[in-house]
């Protein structure tokens, strides 16, 4: 088995992983995961192939793979070396027995992507059957369970359109049992856990409102969560998107459709993408195409043919040309930049915060013979202009986690029509992959990352009323 998983997930690496690596190191990093489990083992690599050994001496020696194979056979040999080595070490070392083959993989593993990338990970059996069973919507009802008052449960945050808002119950109704077991918020979890199950299957829910009892059968489906958080101030559409879950993109440009479909439409937008860590890569490209007309919002690239794409825009811009600004700190990850950096690259918005977190790498979801699963890194995200993501981050245009005074002079500056800032965005959009580190972080030194701040809010409000500095901030 350990020689399947070996030969299904080396294939994917050594066709697919983002970055390129010699059979040699990708053995050997492999086999250093025996050296975690057994501080006396030790493998190294020489002409002859890869060593094990215990104590100095060797354990066995295998050689690696001859050049010019195709990835699936040079796979299939380093697999079966692997295999071989790996039981050299479990016939002479007892704590590789205790382990166990399972932690044995996942060390090898471990040790593996700790030298080709941070975001790829091994995921044992059981932790993706739970994986597996989040994604096909465990649970799926549509509502939480919240503690009220004295030892009452109570329903709270009811998905529109999901099972539970169809049947009629409503935000505060009160839980007497699940499946015929009361429930109390002196266990709070346990009533949560009895509502988990997979999609298809049912769960009875009695409830009690205004001294009524009813009883309720809801079916488990997928219900997308309500990510997007709506709100108007002062005549400024505010959206607050949490996470990018699979219905975020349509969320958005259903806000921005009845927002400016009103008689008196949003004098701009503010789009709140602080903390968000991420989610689906197609809703960020969604949520950014409903603010661009045409051209292109993405780009990925890899070196298998299949990770180069560019990702275009297929709608009008449906905030009608109004004043965006996006807001983002040192957490807005992934997907979050891919929006702040499509809307801040085509000059659409005004980007305001401190630099994202740099993470631009798309991870594929590969499955395993023994039921585990690897995410495996296999392309880049690049900004429209061709700028990585990765390691850079979105660098505002408006920095506000230097300080209030920098951040009132910056808005001052704007204001004359000169973005202060844009000495640092024109490197950035002029930097290609590899970007060496020490520029990167020079590049996010000039913003460094931070929490968002108090005075996010005032420098989106400002920039939204003073058109000259609006259109300092996004001249490209």
């Given amino acids: 088995m350990i020689e399947?998983?070996?030969?299904?997930?080396?294939?994917?690496?050594?066709?697919r992983h983002v970055e390129a690596a010699s059979v040699g190191d990708i053995g050997l990093w492999t086999l250093r995961g025996l050296s975690v489990l057994d501080p006396v083992l030790t493998a190294d690599r020489q002409e002859a192939g890869l060593r094990l050994l215990a104590n100095g001496q060797v354990l066995a020696t295998r050689p690696l793979p001859p050049p010019g194979l195709p990835p699936a056979a040079t796979a299939a040999r380093l697999a079966e070396a692997l295999a071989a080595l790996d039981q050299a070490g479990w016939n002479a070392s007892l704590p590789l027995r205790r382990a166990g083959s399972d932690r044995m993989l996942a060390s090898g593993f471990d040790e593996l992507f700790n030298h080709m990338d941070p975001y790829s990970r091994y995921w044992p059996a059981d932790e993706a059957q739970r994986a597996r069973d989040r994604r096909v919507g465990q649970a799926g009802l549509g509502l939480r369970l919240a503690a009220g008052r004295g030892n009452q449960v109570v329903l709270t945050a009811l998905a529109v359109g999901g099972p539970a808002a169809e049947a009629g119950l409503r935000d505060g109704d009160r839980v007497?049992?699940?499946?015929?077991?009361?429930?109390?918020?002196?266990?709070?979890?346990a009533a949560a856990a009895l509502l988990e199950g997979p999609a298809?299957?049912?769960t009875e829910l009695t409830v009690m409102r205004a001294g009524r009892r009813r009883s309720v059968l809801l079916v488990r489906r997928p219900v997308p969560p309500e990510t997007v958080r709506v709100e108007w101030r002062d005549g400024v559409l505010w959206l607050r998107v949490a996470a990018f879950s699979a219905a975020s993109g349509e969320q958005v440009a259903n806000a921005l459709r009845e927002a400016f479909g009103r008689a008196t439409p949003p004098i701009g937008v503010v789009l709140d993408?602080?903390?968000?860590?991420?989610?689906?890569?197609?809703?960020?490209?969604?949520?950014?195409?409903?603010?661009?007309?045409g051209g292109v919002v993405a780009r990925t690239a890899g070196r298998h043919p299949e990770a180069v794409r560019?990702?275009?825009?297929?709608?009008?811009?449906?905030?009608?040309?109004?004043?965006?600004?996006?807001?983002?700190?040192?957490?807005?990850?992934s997907a979050a930049e891919v929006v702040a950096a499509a809307l801040g690259d085509?000059?659409?918005?005004?980007?305001?915060?401190?630099?994202?977190?740099?993470?631009?790498?798309?991870?594929?979801?590969?499955?395993?013979?023994?039921?585990?699963?690897?995410?495996?890194?296999?392309?880049?995200?690049l900004a429209p202009s061709g700028w990585p993501i990765q390691g850079i981050g979105v660098i505002p245009g408006l920095c506000t986690s230097l300080g209030e005074e920098v951040q009132a002079t910056q808005l001052a500056t704007l204001a004359t029509g000169v973005a202060p800032m844009a000495a640092v965005l024109a490197r950035q959009?002029?930097?290609?992959?590899?970007?060496?580190?020490?520029?990167?972080?020079?590049?996010?030194?000039?913003?460094?990352?931070a929490e968002g701040r108090a005075g996010d809010v005032g420098a989106a409000t400002a920039l939204i009323a003073n058109p000259d500095a609006f259109r300092a901030a996004t001249r490209r």
């Fill in 346 to 381: 085509r000059g659409r918005a005004a980007i305001v915060g401190s630099t994202t977190m740099g993470k631009g790498l798309i991870q594929l979801l590969v499955p395993l013979p023994n039921g585990a699963e690897m995410s495996l890194s296999w392309s880049r995200i």
């Fill in 429 to 449: 959009r002029q930097a290609r992959d590899p970007v060496p580190a020490t520029q990167a972080q020079a590049l996010r030194a000039a913003c460094p990352p």
């Fill in 273 to 293: 993408l602080r903390g968000n860590r991420g989610g689906v890569l197609t809703q960020a490209v969604a949520m950014a195409d409903a603010f661009l007309d």
């Fill in 176 to 189: 007497l049992s699940i499946d015929g077991v009361a429930v109390s918020t002196r266990d709070l979890g």
């Fill in 4 to 15: 399947a998983v070996w030969t299904t997930a080396l294939t994917a690496i050594l066709e």
């Fill in 310 to 333: 560019a990702w275009p825009s297929d709608r009008i811009d449906l905030a009608d040309g109004k004043p965006v600004v996006v807001l983002v700190d040192g957490r807005s990850a």
């Fill in 200 to 202: 298809g299957t049912s």
